[in-house]
């Protein structure tokens, strides 16, 4: 584990960090250890004034929209009957749930139909309670960069990743400051 451990890169500023501690960005996530070879770690992060269970129900509902910008589609503004029963191989997103553990934690990894435009790219969506009954989610992507062609494609996801998931966070969190 050792050597997989110093296969990761963990670059802070952006694109490669948006929010999140160097404590943070250092901290393994669920996703860690699931792509072979060398990766580099994005994370974004953001405070919400709610409680981790209202935050983790909240990401569940990933499942039913991107919550990100209105061209990608339509994502409920109330919670979804039935959005926090998680099933291993469920649709999120570009991702399949491969781990998760109620309340803490989202795990997947890029749906089979969406390898060749996105490539092998695993992601953790994490929720921490924090004081006073609020809570924080921690993103960590890790993206494979096992040539260079892969890894110039790395750094245009990570932009496009920033863009997406800061107007997605941003949006959950009101969601969840709102219930």
Same mark, same amino acid.
């Given at each position: 584990?050792?050597?997989?451990?110093?296969?990761?890169e963990r670059p802070l500023g952006l694109p490669w960090c948006w929010g999140a501690t160097e404590t943070e960005v250092?901290?393994?996530?669920?996703?860690?250890g699931r792509l072979s070879g060398p990766v580099i770690a994005v994370h974004?992060?953001?405070?919400?004034a709610a409680p981790a269970e209202v935050t983790f129900r909240?990401?569940?509902q990933l499942k039913h929209g991107t919550y990100s910008y209105r061209l990608l589609g339509g994502s409920p503004k109330v919670l979804t009957a039935g959005a926090d029963d998680l099933a291993v191989g469920q649709e999120m997103m570009i991702f399949r749930l491969v781990d998760?553990? *109620?309340?803490?934690?989202?795990?997947?990894?890029?749906s089979p139909e969406l390898l060749g435009r996105y490539g092998p790219?695993?992601?953790?969506?994490?929720?921490?309670?924090?004081?006073?009954? *609020?809570?924080?989610i921690v993103v960590r992507t890790e993206i494979s960069v096992q040539s260079r062609a892969r890894r110039l494609k790395a750094i245009m996801l990570a932009w496009a990743d920033l863009a997406m998931m800061s107007k997605q966070l941003r949006v959950l969190k009101r969601l969840a400051e709102s219930s």
């Open positions: 584990m050792r050597e997989r451990m110093d296969a990761i250092l901290a393994d996530y669920p996703c860690t974004r992060a953001v405070d919400v909240w990401l569940c998760f553990a *109620s309340g803490e934690h989202l795990t997947g990894e890029t790219i695993t992601c953790s969506y994490t929720v921490r309670p924090a004081r006073d009954a *609020s809570s924080r």
